[in-house]
Each structure stands twice: as structure tokens, then as C-alpha cells.
């Protein structure tokens, strides 16, 4: 019995015999037609196989994240999203349009949607939603109404050699099926079951180059069940549906209404980012920044705020500015510390920070007897800090040079942005020239006058008397 025989046997008309039984009563004359001669017709040698002008399968989604003959598999938990995501991936790949951002063939395919969730009412509310029969390629999507389909049931020959001829006659480049549990009868769980199932769409998607998309669901969890957190692990069903697809895509709910779509394995292509998204009017999927752009526009925004400071700054100080939380400054900071972008010292008991690449002179913590706290509230180079200085000469052109005790041995070059010296003096050669040492009124700690400018400041309280500028730190 050769091949053509076999295929013109009929099938038994009564559903009463099963596939299996009837496989079973045929063994003999299928094995008969295909063991002898089906591998070595098939057969090449290697280099003739080398030989041969195969064309490379168009990209059909991404740069061969799915491509023509690819299996797809997206899936999640009820309520994520999936059946929206799949359909604007069927409208985006008609129209030649990005989904979610990747990039489509700009020609269009030709895509099947067979969906399986949605009634016929709410399937057209949605297509309207998206706005088809407005666009020029809406035409490469074809969509069987639920109410016209009835029952399927793909581990039916019937109903697979139906969906055969649809994908052949139809010239469809995507077949997708939401959702693969509303397609078959087969036990989930058992390899042997649903691989014949796989058996025949792997065939289909060779012969045909038509990709092949399922919408599929999680798996349940249990006790102290941690399978979800693996990618792989919380696809539902059989390993098999892990192995064989060669594109599988996980929808994952988030806390704050965050969702995203994870390219869990892709076998012919680079893998995309995360795409981050929220359910917006009618469930529909809106494109969000990831958490960790988000997380760098904050971070970029507290780098502002340190640098652009006109002394060194708290962290409250710093959410203030940018309108964060404390905390989440913060956490920022530690992380520009830890990259070398700004740096910190301690003031009292606050860290305070600010820019890396100009080291601020730090108001000093303790003054020695005859040094002269005087507050400089100008710019000092480009960190614009306040200093306390123990001593400040004054000379010509407005500027003066500025020694500190701490950081030790630094100097710096203090410039008065309003044209006038310093506190308002006059240049002279030495500031601290004629202190004078009394007792504060207020709290009788010592108070410090300043040569002839009578400026007296205590060191305790902070109280000051006289007209200058000079104010204690």
C-alpha cells in the first residue's frame, strides 16, 4: 500500500472509535508505507545539504525575536492583560506597526486570530477600540467569529486538518490562538498527550513558515509553592511547553498596578528588554518607564540637586528639591557616592554632600585661641560653600586667599560675587589683626571682638553684636 492508498482510507464515520483505536488498527499499513524508504528519501549528504539556497525566515517580530515558521508562547496570570496584548500584537503585525515598541515587518502580515475568550460583541468592541477599518492593511487580519466557529478542538484531525487548509489557502505569515486551554482536549500535564498536539503544529508551522502565537496561562500555586518565581517554571502544563516553542513571553503583575511582559526564552534572536506597561481605560495595555528608569530620572535629579547647591547639602535637603522622600534620597546618594559622582563629609551629626570633582573647605570643627571664625558666605570656586576660616587676607581686586585647618592643609581662592571684599571691609593685610577676647552677655562664653570693626561673635550661642556681615558659622 503506498502513500496516496493510505491517505484515501476513510475514517471511520462513527466518533465511537477513538484516534488512538483507529492509529491502532492501521499500524500496520501506516509503518508499511513510511519505514523503509522515508528518512533515506529525506536524506543528503552534508555538503549537498550546504549546498542548498535556503532563504533566512523573515523577522516577523523584532531582529528574530519570532520569526516566520517561530512558536510563540505568551502567558500569565488571569487577568493581566494577555488577551489585549494579543490582539494588538495580531493589529501591529497587519499594519506593519511596533508592538510594544519592536518593530513589526513595515509591510504587513498576513495574520489568523482564532479567540477563543471573548464573545462576539466583546471581540468587535475591542477591534473598534484599536481602531481597525480605519487603516489600509486592517484587510491582513482575519478573525472567525466565536458564534460562527462553535467547538474546537485542535487533538481532532478534523479540526487541525480545517485549520491546515485556513493557514494555506489564507496565506497567513501569524497564526494566534487565545487561548491554547479553550483549543484542545488533551491532558496539560502529560508530555505524551499534548505532544501530539505539538506534533502537529510543528508540522504545520514547518510546511506553512507560518508562525505559530498560543496565549497560555500560569500554573496554580500552592503552600509554600515558589515555582512562580521562576519564569519557567510557572508556565502551566507539560516541560514540553518550555522546550519546544521558540519564543515564550511572560505577562507578571507587579505591585502598584505595574505589569510586565518578560522575554523569558528567545532561541533564533537578541532577547529585548522588559517591557513595563499599565492597564489603562477598558483593560487596555499602556507603556510605562521601567522602575529603573524611573529609579535613574530620580537619581539624574538628586545629582542635580547636589551640584547645582550653592553650599553642601542634607538628603532632606536634597528630597526637598527634587520632592522625594528622605529615604529615597538617600538611597541615591549612597549610590552617586559609591560611583565617585559626588562625596560627603560629616557635619555635627548630618552627612552632608556635594559635588566630587570640587572638594568644598569644610567649616571648621574646633577653633585654637587666636584663630578667627569668620563665616565667608561667597563662592568658593565652583562648590559655592560657606567656610569658617581661621584666617583671611584680604588684597586688591576683591579677592582673598582663605587657610583652614580643616580638611587639613587645604586652600582655597574665595571670589566676592558682588564686587565688594569680604564682610564688607576694606582691604587690609591681615583680618584677624587685634583680636580681642570677652565675655558673651548672653550666655558668658567668649565672644571675640575683631579689630576695629567691633564685631564680636560667641562661639557658644552664636549671639553676635556689630554691623558687619561677619557672622559665626
Known sequence: MNATTRRSQPRPGSRAESDAEYFKANIASIAGATS???????????????????????????DGVLTGGGWAVLYGQPGGGKTWLALELAVALARGEPWLGIPTPPEGVRV???????????????????GVRAH?????????????????????????????????????????????????????NSAEELGSLFAELDALRHETSCAVALVHHERKSSGNDTG???????????????????????????????????????????TPSPVWFRLGGGGRPEVVASPEAKGDKV??????????????????????????????AWRHLTALL??????????????????????????????????????IPNKMGDSGTPIVADKVVVTEGHRCTVATVAPKGAIGVATVADGAPPHGLAPEPEMNAGIKYTSCPKCGGEAPTYGEHKVRICRECHWREGTSEVSRA
Not at 522515508?38 to 517580530?61: E, G, T, V
Not at 496565506?171 to 491532558?187: E, F, P, Q, Y
Request: glycine share 8%; aromatic share 4%; proline share 6%.
Open 299 to 328: 537619581r539624574e535629579l538628586v545629582l542635580q540637586a547636589v551640584l547645582n547647591a550653592a553650599a553642601p547639602v542634607t538628603k532632606n535637603e536634597v528630597a526637598a528639591n527634587v520632592g522625594c522622600n528622605p529615604t529615597t
Open 112 to 130: 489568523g486570530l482564532v479567540q477563543l475568550e471573548l464573545g462576539d460583541y466583546a471581540m468587535q468592541a475591542r477591534l473598534r477600540a484599536l
Open 136 to 188: 489600509p492593511r486592517d484587510g491582513n487580519l482575519s478573525v472567525p467569529p466565536r458564534s460562527k466557529l462553535g467547538a474546537v478542538d485542535l487533538c481532532r484531525r478534523e479540526d487541525m486538518a480545517a485549520l491546515r487548509a485556513w493557514v494555506e489557502t489564507g496565506k497567513l505569515g501569524v497564526l494566534i490562538v487565545d487561548a491554547l486551554s479553550r483549543a484542545h482536549t488533551a491532558n496539560e
Open 228 to 270: 512562580r518565581d521562576n519564569d519557567l517554571d510557572a508556565l502551566r502544563g507539560t516541560s514540553r511547553l518550555q522546550s519546544d516553542p521558540t519564543l515564550l513571553m511572560r505577562l507578571k503583575n507587579h505591585s502598584g498596578g505595574l505589569r510586565s511582559l518578560t522575554f523569558v526564552k528567545v532561541s533564533e534572536g537578541p
Open 338 to 375: 559609591e560611583a565617585g559622582a559626588v562625596a560627603s563629609f560629616m557635619e555635627g551629626k548630618a552627612d552632608k554632600y556635594h559635588s566630587a570633582t570640587v572638594a568644598p573647605l569644610q567649616p571648621l570643627q574646633k577653633t585654637r585661641r587666636n584663630d578667627g571664625p569668620v563665616l
Open 36 to 62: 523503509n524508504s522515508r528518512f533515506f528519501d529525506a536524506a543528503l549528504s552534508a555538503a549537498d545539504f550546504c549546498a542548498m539556497d535556503i532563504p533566512k525566515p523573515p523577522s516577523l517580530l523584532g
